[in-house]
């Protein structure tokens, strides 16, 4: 049965290359300050049609309270008694940065050295495509039952999904849930996902003058509002580019896999000679520590700028949140530190965005154990345990509003897939491979 399935996935790669060109065409940004609303309908039509046609007959398009569309449907199995497998992705991407970032057109799916590049073709379209390949190569022979959820606004991070659940729990109630948002250690090496970090997004604003003031005249005494925050921004890290917040403990370590340092370094794309950050090694900087990034400042550009102390400055801060580590506890201890970093007596005001808590799977029941046989068939190799350090609120959702399920989180993005950075990829050997064990999965899966 094995080998029956790979041949068939197999079979239909190049037609999958083809779907996933009109999935990637579709600029399915959440945001109609940036893209018009309609490209995430296609999208989501495009998502509904594929899933009604395998047998998902009820495949609808349900409204979610942040106003994105999430696609929902099920698929009943061959009787009472089989268990229920919610498959999970996500069909909204992240902005495409500075297009002339790209080497290709970010939304024209594109053959660059034996990987497809485009915007989302990792993260997470190459998922659904993933899905819809295992699902073809059973046609109807799977003994489960089915349900789905494609989502429409994950990268905006404005729960419309989470609310979704909370507001109709039986709706997506299932066995076992696949979310499939994240991925492998590298390209042929399978990874479940077992750990997620939470996340802090603050807006901290700054404000020192009533408006800007000449450099000249008054430079000197008067305070610069971009110094300030410059100031406060720089507190966050030492001198070795650990995360130094106060009261947030920097001392974790990481139990699972590791990470080689010369691994992260061309994963990363770090440039010869720039240090690793931190003084743990790097699984345990990037899996079981908090982080904080600066990701953008509204401050007068180099072009453009003139001779004036600046009256008001603002940054955005994301802060990451391991396993054990209260999210909202990060965040008032963040707050706090930027209040009391901030100097002169400058004007502060600091704007929570999002808070999400961290997740932790479980990975004794028979769905986790089922899975990675699974993938270990289908790649011929051994799956491992890793971390994650980005986040994904839906999961303490799901586990809190079904606490018996068992959540498996795993996925096509691998570190080459560049996601949410220009250039993003996906290897067609993982939507492959995965796509094979998946329908194994679903094949052999009994509670």
Not at 176 to 185: F, R
Not at 215 to 224: H, K, V, Y
Not at 415 to 425: C, Q
Request: proline fraction near 7%.
């Amino acid at each position: 049965m094995s080998d029956g399935i790979r041949d068939s996935i197999h079979s239909m790669m190049p037609a999958a290359r083809g779907e996933l060109a009109e999935l990637v065409s579709f600029r399915s940004v959440a945001d109609p300050r940036q893209f018009p609303p309609e490209e995430c309908a296609k999208a989501a039509e495009w998502v509904r049609d594929r899933f009604a046609a395998l047998g998902f007959d009820d495949a609808r398009l349900a409204m979610t309270p942040d106003g994105s569309q999430a696609v929902i449907g099920s698929r009943p199995g061959p009787g009472s008694g089989a268990p229920t497998v919610l498959l999970y992705a996500h069909y909204d991407v992240q902005p495409p940065l500075e297009e002339s970032a790209w080497g290709t057109p970010p939304f024209e799916l594109t053959d660059v050295g034996g990987r497809w590049a485009g915007r989302g073709a990792a993260d997470c379209k190459g998922n659904i495509l993933m899905h819809l390949l295992a699902l073809r190569a059973l046609g109807d022979d799977i003994p489960v039952n089915l349900k789905l959820v494609v989502e429409g606004s994950e990268e905006q991070g404005t729960g419309g999904l989470e609310r979704f659940v909370e507001a109709n729990p039986e709706t997506l109630r299932a066995d076992t849930i696949l979310v499939c948002d994240t991925g492998n250690a590298a390209v042929g090496r399978p990874a479940t996902t077992v750990t997620l970090r939470g996340l802090v997004n603050v807006v901290v604003r700054v404000e020192a003058l009533a408006s800007e003031i000449h450099s000249g005249m008054f430079g000197g005494p008067a305070p610069d509002a971009l110094a300030a925050l410059v100031a406060a921004l720089a507190s966050l890290r030492n001198a070795d580019g650990s995360t130094t917040i106060d009261g947030l403990s920097r001392d974790e370590t990481w139990s699972g896999e590791q990470y080689a340092p010369e691994h992260f370094r061309a994963d990363a794309g770090m440039l010869d000679g720039v240090d690793l950050l931190g003084d743990g090694d790097v699984a345990d900087e990037l899996w079981a520590r908090p982080a904080v990034t600066i990701l953008g400042i509204d401050c007068p550009p180099v072009v453009g700028s003139t001779a004036s102390i600046v009256a008001r400055a603002a940054a955005r801060l994301n802060l990451r949140v391991p396993p054990g580590m209260s999210a909202h506890d990060a965040r008032d201890a963040l707050v706090a530190h930027l209040r009391a970093h901030v100097p002169w007596n400058v004007k502060v005001e600091v704007e929570t965005e999002a808070v999400g808590e961290p997740f932790k799977a479980a990975t004794d029941g028979p769905a986790y154990r089922g899975f990675t046989d699974a993938m270990r068939s289908a790649y011929g190799v051994e799956p491992s345990m890793l971390g994650q350090g980005g986040s994904i609120p839906l999961c303490n959702v799901f586990a809190d509003t079904y606490p018996k399920a068992e959540i498996i989180l795993m996925g096509v993005e691998e570190p080459l897939a560049l996601i949410h950075a220009p250039n993003e990829s996906v290897d067609p050997t993982e939507i492959e491979n995965l796509a094979v064990a998946e329908a194994l999965f679903l094949q052999a899966y009994r509670t």
